[in-house]
Protein backbone atom coordinates (compact mmCIF):
# COMPACT_ATOMS: atom_id res chain seq x y z
CA UNK A 1 0.00 0.00 0.00
CA UNK A 2 1.50 3.48 -0.96
CA UNK A 3 2.18 5.46 2.60
CA UNK A 4 -0.03 8.04 3.09
CA UNK A 5 1.84 11.52 3.47
CA UNK A 6 2.66 12.67 6.88
CA UNK A 7 -0.42 14.98 8.40
CA UNK A 8 2.31 17.88 9.63
CA UNK A 9 3.24 20.44 6.77
CA UNK A 10 6.78 20.04 8.91
CA UNK A 11 7.48 16.39 8.61
CA UNK A 12 7.74 17.35 4.52
CA UNK A 13 10.00 19.94 4.68
CA UNK A 14 13.39 18.48 3.59
CA UNK A 15 16.54 19.13 5.59
CA UNK A 16 18.61 21.53 3.88
CA UNK A 17 15.98 23.45 1.93
CA UNK A 18 15.45 25.30 -1.40
CA UNK A 19 13.08 26.58 -2.84
CA UNK A 20 12.90 24.64 -5.56
CA UNK A 21 12.87 21.58 -2.92
CA UNK A 22 10.51 23.16 -0.72
CA UNK A 23 7.91 23.87 -3.59
CA UNK A 24 8.14 19.93 -4.83
CA UNK A 25 6.97 18.61 -1.24
CA UNK A 26 4.64 20.79 -1.29
CA UNK A 27 3.13 19.03 -4.10
CA UNK A 28 2.35 16.32 -2.06
CA UNK A 29 1.03 18.05 1.17
CA UNK A 30 -2.32 16.69 3.03
CA UNK A 31 -1.62 18.68 6.01
CA UNK A 32 -5.29 19.29 6.36
CA UNK A 33 -8.88 18.40 4.04
CA UNK A 34 -8.34 21.11 1.79
CA UNK A 35 -5.68 19.26 -0.49
CA UNK A 36 -8.79 16.83 -1.97
CA UNK A 37 -11.01 20.41 -2.57
CA UNK A 38 -8.55 22.33 -4.68
CA UNK A 39 -6.76 20.65 -7.93
CA UNK A 40 -3.27 21.37 -6.74
CA UNK A 41 -1.30 23.25 -4.50
CA UNK A 42 -0.31 27.00 -5.31
CA UNK A 43 2.82 27.61 -3.69
CA UNK A 44 4.66 30.86 -3.80
CA UNK A 45 6.31 32.46 -6.71
CA UNK A 46 9.25 34.60 -7.12
CA UNK A 47 12.58 35.74 -7.04
CA UNK A 48 15.03 34.05 -4.15
CA UNK A 49 16.23 36.78 -2.33
CA UNK A 50 13.52 38.87 -3.14
CA UNK A 51 13.57 42.12 -1.28
CA UNK A 52 9.50 42.54 -1.16
CA UNK A 53 7.28 39.46 -0.16
CA UNK A 54 3.32 39.46 -0.81
CA UNK A 55 1.22 37.71 1.03
CA UNK A 56 -2.52 36.58 0.41
CA UNK A 57 -5.42 34.50 1.94
CA UNK A 58 -5.37 31.48 -0.74
CA UNK A 59 -4.98 30.82 -4.06
CA UNK A 60 -8.46 31.72 -6.31
CA UNK A 61 -10.22 29.91 -9.15
CA UNK A 62 -7.44 30.66 -12.07
CA UNK A 63 -4.79 29.88 -9.68
CA UNK A 64 -5.83 26.56 -8.88
CA UNK A 65 -6.50 26.17 -12.44
CA UNK A 66 -2.93 26.89 -13.32
CA UNK A 67 -1.47 26.07 -10.53
CA UNK A 68 0.03 29.55 -9.96
CA UNK A 69 -0.53 32.80 -7.43
CA UNK A 70 -1.60 35.67 -8.12
CA UNK A 71 -2.57 35.16 -11.87
CA UNK A 72 -6.40 35.90 -11.91
CA UNK A 73 -7.97 39.12 -11.58
CA UNK A 74 -6.92 40.34 -8.26
CA UNK A 75 -2.98 39.61 -9.38
CA UNK A 76 -3.49 41.62 -12.84
CA UNK A 77 -4.67 44.48 -10.20
CA UNK A 78 -2.04 44.15 -8.18
CA UNK A 79 0.46 44.22 -11.31
CA UNK A 80 -0.83 47.19 -12.39
CA UNK A 81 -0.27 48.88 -8.90
CA UNK A 82 2.90 47.92 -8.35
CA UNK A 83 3.45 49.03 -12.07
CA UNK A 84 1.95 52.02 -11.15
CA UNK A 85 4.14 52.63 -8.15
CA UNK A 86 7.57 51.80 -9.40
CA UNK A 87 7.98 48.28 -7.66
CA UNK A 88 9.23 45.76 -9.89
CA UNK A 89 7.13 43.38 -10.28
CA UNK A 90 9.69 40.67 -11.14
CA UNK A 91 11.41 41.24 -8.21
CA UNK A 92 9.28 40.60 -5.32
CA UNK A 93 7.64 37.08 -4.30
CA UNK A 94 4.04 36.62 -3.67
CA UNK A 95 2.65 33.61 -2.03
CA UNK A 96 -0.21 33.21 0.19
CA UNK A 97 -0.91 31.87 3.93
CA UNK A 98 -3.18 28.46 2.58
CA UNK A 99 -1.65 27.03 -0.75
CA UNK A 100 -4.89 24.97 -1.66
CA UNK A 101 -7.67 27.02 -2.92
CA UNK A 102 -10.95 26.62 -0.45
CA UNK A 103 -14.35 26.61 -2.03
CA UNK A 104 -18.16 25.29 -2.27
CA UNK A 105 -20.30 25.39 -5.16
CA UNK A 106 -22.79 27.82 -6.37
CA UNK A 107 -24.55 26.67 -9.43
CA UNK A 108 -21.29 26.10 -12.25
CA UNK A 109 -19.06 28.35 -10.35
CA UNK A 110 -16.72 27.68 -7.42
CA UNK A 111 -17.17 30.02 -4.88
CA UNK A 112 -13.80 31.06 -2.23
CA UNK A 113 -14.69 30.37 0.81
CA UNK A 114 -12.34 31.86 3.95
CA UNK A 115 -9.73 29.24 5.39
CA UNK A 116 -10.41 28.38 9.25
CA UNK A 117 -7.51 28.86 11.63
CA UNK A 118 -6.13 25.11 11.69
CA UNK A 119 -6.22 24.73 7.78
CA UNK A 120 -4.31 28.31 8.24
CA UNK A 121 -2.04 26.77 11.26
CA UNK A 122 -1.53 23.42 8.79
CA UNK A 123 -0.44 25.64 6.44
CA UNK A 124 1.82 27.89 7.88
CA UNK A 125 5.12 25.64 7.73
CA UNK A 126 5.59 26.21 4.09
CA UNK A 127 5.02 29.95 4.71
CA UNK A 128 7.54 29.96 7.27
CA UNK A 129 10.17 27.97 4.82
CA UNK A 130 9.51 30.68 1.86
CA UNK A 131 10.18 33.66 4.26
CA UNK A 132 13.12 31.89 5.71
CA UNK A 133 14.46 31.20 2.49
CA UNK A 134 13.48 34.44 0.58
CA UNK A 135 14.23 36.99 3.74
CA UNK A 136 12.53 39.33 2.26
CA UNK A 137 13.14 43.19 3.45
CA UNK A 138 9.67 43.89 3.73
CA UNK A 139 6.98 41.53 3.72
CA UNK A 140 3.26 43.32 2.48
CA UNK A 141 0.27 41.10 3.84
CA UNK A 142 -2.89 41.40 1.66
CA UNK A 143 -6.10 41.28 3.60
CA UNK A 144 -7.31 40.37 7.01
CA UNK A 145 -6.58 36.55 6.79
CA UNK A 146 -3.08 37.26 5.49
CA UNK A 147 -2.67 39.92 8.47
CA UNK A 148 -3.96 37.84 11.24
CA UNK A 149 -1.36 34.65 10.14
CA UNK A 150 1.71 37.03 10.46
CA UNK A 151 0.52 39.95 13.29
CA UNK A 152 -1.96 37.74 15.20
CA UNK A 153 -5.62 37.23 15.87
CA UNK A 154 -6.04 40.46 17.70
CA UNK A 155 -4.82 42.81 14.87
CA UNK A 156 -7.43 45.06 13.04
CA UNK A 157 -6.73 45.93 9.88
CA UNK A 158 -9.04 48.83 10.18
CA UNK A 159 -7.39 50.75 12.38
CA UNK A 160 -3.29 49.62 10.90
CA UNK A 161 -3.69 49.43 7.56
CA UNK A 162 -0.22 50.48 6.41
CA UNK A 163 1.45 50.69 9.77
CA UNK A 164 4.57 49.29 10.02
CA UNK A 165 4.31 46.73 12.34
CA UNK A 166 7.77 45.60 14.16
CA UNK A 167 8.36 41.75 13.92
CA UNK A 168 10.95 38.84 13.87
CA UNK A 169 9.37 37.97 10.53
CA UNK A 170 10.68 40.98 7.99
CA UNK A 171 12.19 44.09 8.95
CA UNK A 172 9.57 45.83 7.35
CA UNK A 173 6.02 44.23 7.40
CA UNK A 174 2.99 45.80 6.65
CA UNK A 175 -0.82 44.96 6.25
CA UNK A 176 -3.41 46.49 3.61
CA UNK A 177 -6.31 45.02 1.67
CA UNK A 178 -6.60 41.97 -0.65
CA UNK A 179 -7.11 43.40 -4.32
CA UNK A 180 -10.02 41.17 -4.81
CA UNK A 181 -11.62 43.51 -2.21
CA UNK A 182 -11.23 46.73 -4.26
CA UNK A 183 -12.69 44.61 -7.44
CA UNK A 184 -15.77 44.10 -5.71
CA UNK A 185 -16.15 47.21 -4.83
CA UNK A 186 -19.95 47.70 -4.55
CA UNK A 187 -19.92 50.70 -7.44
CA UNK A 188 -17.17 52.98 -9.43
CA UNK A 189 -16.80 55.86 -7.10
CA UNK A 190 -15.74 53.26 -4.52
CA UNK A 191 -13.49 51.19 -6.50
CA UNK A 192 -11.76 54.27 -7.42
CA UNK A 193 -11.31 55.29 -4.07
CA UNK A 194 -10.04 51.54 -2.85
CA UNK A 195 -7.40 51.63 -5.73
CA UNK A 196 -6.02 54.66 -4.75
CA UNK A 197 -5.38 54.05 -1.31
CA UNK A 198 -4.34 50.84 -2.00
CA UNK A 199 -1.76 52.29 -4.84
CA UNK A 200 -0.86 54.65 -1.61
CA UNK A 201 0.14 51.79 0.75
CA UNK A 202 2.34 50.39 -1.81
CA UNK A 203 4.05 53.75 -2.36
CA UNK A 204 4.55 53.91 1.13
CA UNK A 205 6.31 50.91 1.02
CA UNK A 206 8.75 51.73 -2.29
CA UNK A 207 9.56 54.43 -0.24
CA UNK A 208 10.31 52.68 2.83
CA UNK A 209 12.15 49.96 1.21
CA UNK A 210 14.39 52.52 -1.05
CA UNK A 211 14.94 54.63 2.29
CA UNK A 212 16.67 51.75 3.64
CA UNK A 213 19.35 50.86 0.75
S1 LIG B 1 -3.79 23.90 2.34
FE1 LIG B 1 -1.65 23.79 3.00
S2 LIG B 1 -1.63 22.38 4.76
FE2 LIG B 1 -3.58 22.09 3.66
S3 LIG B 1 -3.14 20.39 2.26
FE3 LIG B 1 -2.79 22.31 1.14
S4 LIG B 1 -0.61 22.72 1.34
FE4 LIG B 1 -1.16 21.20 2.91
Known amino acids: MPRRPPKDAAELIPERP ?3 SVR ?5 CQACDLWARGTQTVF ?3 RRRAELMFVGEQPGDSEDLEGRPFVGPAGKLLDRVLEEVGI ?3 AVYV ?3 VKHFKWEPRGKRRIHKKPNASEIAACRPWLDAEIELVKPRAIVCLGATAAQALLGRQ ?3 TAHRGDFIPSS ?3 LLTATVHPSSILRAPDDETRRRERAAFAADLQRVAEA ?3 RR
Not at 24 to 28: I, P, Q, R
Open 95 to 97: TNV
Open 44 to 46: GEG
Open 18 to 20: SLA
Open 88 to 90: DRD
Open 155 to 157: FRL
Open 209 to 211: LRG
Open 24 to 28: AAAKD
Open 169 to 171: LAP
